[in-house]
């Protein structure tokens, strides 16, 4: 399983990755949309995991230029902010079907998402 995490806050990345690394999983982290496309094409992401808000392109737009490249590409959203329902809303009318986690996330209820992705077991 190919991670990439991408959030403007650094602390926030460097520390899912570390989590996720621990764990026995593979993970990267982006600060940024056009660092996360470079990323995605070299890395080849099972699943990425990114911030909704950011700065320029938000999460979901980076996503779905992603998923359009790996459309097997398991996406989770996250978010602390109350500024995300409407950005969410809007996608989910458009047809993205994507989880939304909350912010932070737990480590343990991070891991049992990817656990329960339905080709977990083949990375």
Same mark, same amino acid.
């Given at each position: 399983?190919?991670?990439?995490?991408?959030?403007d806050?650094?602390?926030?990345?460097d520390?899912?990755?570390m989590?996720?690394?621990?764990?026995g999983?593979?993970a990267?982290?982006?600060? #940024? @949309?056009?660092s996360?496309?470079?990323?995605? /094409?070299?890395?080849?992401?099972?699943?990425?995991?990114s +911030?909704?808000?950011m700065?320029?392109?938000?999460?979901i737009?980076?996503?779905?230029?992603i998923h359009?490249?790996f459309?097997?590409?398991?996406?989770?959203?996250?978010s602390?902010?109350?500024?995300t329902?409407?950005?969410?809303r #809007? @996608?989910?009318?458009?047809?993205?079907?994507? /989880?939304?986690?909350?912010k932070?996330?737990?480590?343990? +209820?991070?891991?049992?998402?990817?656990a329960?992705?339905?080709?977990?077991?083949?990375?």
């Open positions: 399983m190919h991670i990439l995490i991408i959030d806050e650094r602390y926030v990345a520390t899912l990755v989590v996720l690394e621990q764990s999983l593979e990267i982290a982006a600060y #940024d @949309a056009d996360a496309l470079k990323k995605a /094409e070299s890395f080849r992401p099972t699943v990425v995991i +911030d909704v808000i700065p320029g392109t938000n999460g737009e980076v996503c779905q230029q359009a490249r459309p097997a590409c398991h996406i989770f959203l996250f602390g902010q109350a500024a329902n409407e950005l969410v #809007d @996608a989910y009318a458009k047809g993205v079907t994507w /989880e939304l986690l909350p932070p996330i737990e480590p343990e +209820d991070l891991l049992a998402k990817l329960a992705l339905p080709d977990a077991s083949q990375a």
